[in-house]
């Protein structure tokens, strides 16, 4: 199973955009990388998944390198609400539950 | 649209009981995961269950069992408390389990073992 690397915090001004990164640079090509965020003593909340194309939905957009080796989640306007920790994780297509669910990045959104 | 429901959110028990755990998925999933999250391990895989069958297992002892109903509302039990089992539950639900399907996670039911 591919690991994922980000890092432990990052702060970011209400209203500007957030860009989370993230590095699985062991990724293999059957894999989805997947980003959730959980505020505190709640469940993980999905935000968005994709396989190699940069995909967009009403909460984020995630942009993949072309490599598949990294990838970053783009909050675009960040609110205070958005403070939490955010997930990537790789999830393998035929092992669906078989994934690395890493430390992630603590998003601290400041007004 | 309803999401994923745990029951109860939290409990507390003692060495050597066992407790079971609910979980009602978001209506027209079938597949249900759960989930162990603790600070030092971070989120560990259980078990998940499509069609009342358990597809896939983590790596847990034979204390943790699952089961799904026909109506594909799930049913954690643990037997044997232990006090490393101490630890938030969560349940996840999937239209298929597929990796291309959105994964909804439950609040979770936080379990305290004396």
């Known amino acids: 199973d591919a690991k994922t690397t980000q890092p432990t915090s990052m702060d970011c001004a209400e209203g500007r955009a957030a860009n989370l990164p993230c590095n699985h640079s062991t990724i293999s090509g059957n894999e989805y990388v997947y980003w959730y965020r959980q505020i505190h003593s709640q469940g993980p909340q999905y935000i968005i998944h994709?396989?190699?194309n940069n995909e967009t939905n009403e909460m984020a957009s995630l942009i993949i390198t072309e490599d598949r080796k990294s990838s970053t989640l783009i909050l675009p306007h960040a609110t205070l609400r958005d403070t939490a920790v955010y997930y990537c994780i790789v999830r393998d297509l035929y092992n669906f539950n078989k994934f690395y669910f890493g430390s992630g990045t603590k998003l601290n959104v400041k007004p | 649209k309803a999401g994923v429901t745990q029951t109860p959110r939290y409990l507390i028990k003692t060495r050597g009981q066992q407790v079971t755990l609910s979980c009602s998925p978001i209506?027209?999933?079938?597949?249900v995961s759960w989930y162990q999250q603790t600070p030092g391990q971070g989120l560990q895989f259980l078990f998940e269950y499509f069609s009342e069958t358990q597809r896939n297992k983590g790596n847990f002892p034979g204390r943790f069992s699952g089961r799904q109903f026909s109506n594909s509302r799930s049913e954690m039990n643990v037997s044997t408390l232990e006090l490393g089992d101490s630890a938030l539950y969560l349940c996840?639900?999937?239209?298929?389990?597929?990796?291309?399907?959105?994964?909804?996670f439950g609040p979770g039911t936080r379990l305290t073992v004396l």
């Open positions: 996840a639900s999937s239209l298929l389990g597929q990796a291309y399907n959105e994964q909804f």
């Open positions: 994709g396989l190699k």
């Open positions: 209506s027209g999933h079938r597949s």
